[in-house]
């Protein structure tokens, strides 16, 4: 049996219950079996193994009193993963379905995610199973200060650098980051996503959404194709999916879909961004809402967005929300090509699908990586004490998504598996984090 499927039982057994994290082992490590078996050495230091196991993961108590008076608990996780290229880098998660398992599969993720920038970061990521929906202000900010209470002593500017994620935006960032001031005494860069009056970087806020639009468009046009002109359905009504709707609508596309837990809109005559940022973003709302300001539309509730006919699809909302009968449909209507904005929100079955009916089908770790790269940026920017323009950190992301898809797609071609996307994101990010390790010794 090969090294790479021995690892693999492996890691299945040690870690049971951990089905997310499965899944992103077996992606990866199932792509990785070629240039793996073609370099005996990586066998003999361990590489997969250690490649595998966080380097510490850190769970605590998170208690709180909410507005009735009442104690709450919840549970706290960071997972550092790899800081083999840098310090620990990725965001926080606070949703109810946040367990050990999540965590790991994101950080296992962001360490290959983190390598593909091209910037020095290593991978973790963290977060909590508490929930900040129907929360008042006080409910959050006292969350977040007993969250960070714990947190401090394991982070730091050089040593991991925590950011956002599903239901940490710059509010949560903003408590987080006053929290650990106070502990620690010292005005630092050790979270981003920052508010720009205190650290932030323009144009993080963005990031994500229009860097997994710079890599889609330049994907297409190495194909032939272009995102104007063409219907785009994006799902997430979030940070990721608002700002990847705006650059395609700036790029000449129509984006016809949008959805959140509840269920989806459909407009036909294209979003109207305006419309669901004063849902989601000022009311803290739910999508539903969207119909009432827009006649022509249609809100269905729970799943069904990828039946939506489209050239390209953008998944943009959580994990595994694109399975095998969504990539069926899709195929069927003709689509063209599909970004991940989300972390692994396409099945393992769905990701094959696509790649055999040669759909451009672009992974998480290379298309949503705009994000974390924009946090390096605004670690660069705090460190140096300079605050960069808008244009300037904009140019960089599309730079730096330009230089991902040229070298996802190179690393593809070199390894025999032209357009696969997802061999080349794993084989281009395990390179520069394998190198890095074996120069290093067994730590
Ligand atoms: P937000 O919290 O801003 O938005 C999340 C959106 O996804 C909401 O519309 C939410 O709906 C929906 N959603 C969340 N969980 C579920 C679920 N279980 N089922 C259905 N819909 C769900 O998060 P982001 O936009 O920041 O993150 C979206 C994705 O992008 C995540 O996978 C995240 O890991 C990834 N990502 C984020 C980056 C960033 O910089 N923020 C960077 C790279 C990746 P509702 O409001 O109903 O909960
Ligand atoms: O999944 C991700 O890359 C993020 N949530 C962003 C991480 C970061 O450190 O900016």
């Known amino acids: 049996m090969s090294y790479t499927k021995r690892v693999l039982e492996k890691v299945i057994k040690l870690n049971p219950n951990e089905p997310e994290f499965h899944q992103a082992a077996t992606e990866v490590l199932t792509s990785l079996q070629p240039y793996v078996d073609a370099h005996p050495e990586y066998e003999k230091a361990g590489i997969l193994e250690r490649l595998c196991e966080p380097e510490r993961i850190i769970i605590f108590r998170v208690p709180w009193i909410d507005d009735s008076g009442k104690v709450q608990v919840n549970k706290g996780y960071r997972v550092q993963f790899n800081s083999a290229i840098g310090p620990y880098k990725g965001g926080l998660r606070f949703h109810p379905s946040v367990s050990l398992s999540i965590i790991k599969f994101l950080g296992f993720e962001q360490v290959l ?21 129907g929360k008042s202000e006080r409910e959050i900010m006292a969350f977040c200060q007993s969250f960070m209470t714990e947190l401090y002593r394991h982070i730091g500017e050089d040593t991991d650098v925590p950011a956002g994620d599903i239901g940490v935006g710059e509010r949560e960032i903003g408590y987080l980051y006053g929290q650990y001031k106070r502990l620690v005494n010292s005005f630092s860069g050790v979270l981003t996503c920052k508010g720009l009056s205190y650290g932030g970087s323009l144009g993080r806020t963005e990031a994500t959404g229009y860097g997994l639009v710079y890599l889609v468009e330049e994907m297409l046009r190495q194909h032939g194709h272009s995102i104007e002109g063409k219907t785009v359905a994006v799902s997430g009504a979030g940070n990721v999916a608002i700002y990847a709707t705006e650059k395609v609508q700036q790029l000449g596309g129509k984006v016809v879909s949008m959805s959140d837990s509840d269920g989806f809109v459909y407009d036909a005559e294209g979003i109207d961004l ?15 809402e969207y119909a009432r300001y827009r006649k022509n539309a249609v809100y269905t509730p729970g799943k069904g967005i990828w039946n939506i006919k489209c050239d390209i699809a953008l998944p943009c909302a959580t994990q595994n929300e694109l399975n095998e009968e969504d990539a069926k449909e899709l195929i069927k209507n003709g689509v063209i090509a599909v970004g991940e904005g989300a972390n692994m929100p396409t099945t393992l079955r769905a990701t094959e699908m696509l790649i055999e009916n040669r759909v451009l089908f672009v992974p998480g770790k290379a298309a949503n990586a705009g994000g974390v790269a924009v946090s390096g940026l605004e670690m660069s920017q705090n460190s140096t004490r300079t605050a960069w323009s808008f244009e300037k950190v904009d140019r960089k992301l599309r730079e730096i998504m330009i230089n991902i898809y040229d070298n996802i797609s190179s690393v593809a071609k070199e390894v025999g598996q032209e357009d696969n996307f997802v061999v080349g994101a794993n084989v281009a990010g395990f390179k520069k984090i394998a190198d890095a390790m074996m120069r290093q010794g067994i730590v």
Not at 274 to 288: D, M, N, P, T
């Open 274 to 288: 305006q419309v669901v940022r004063e849902i989601k973003e000022v009311r803290r709302g739910r999508l539903s």
């Open 113 to 133: 995610k983190n390598s593909l920038t091209g910037l020095p970061i290593g991978g973790g990521k963290g977060g909590s199973d508490f929930d900040p929906k």
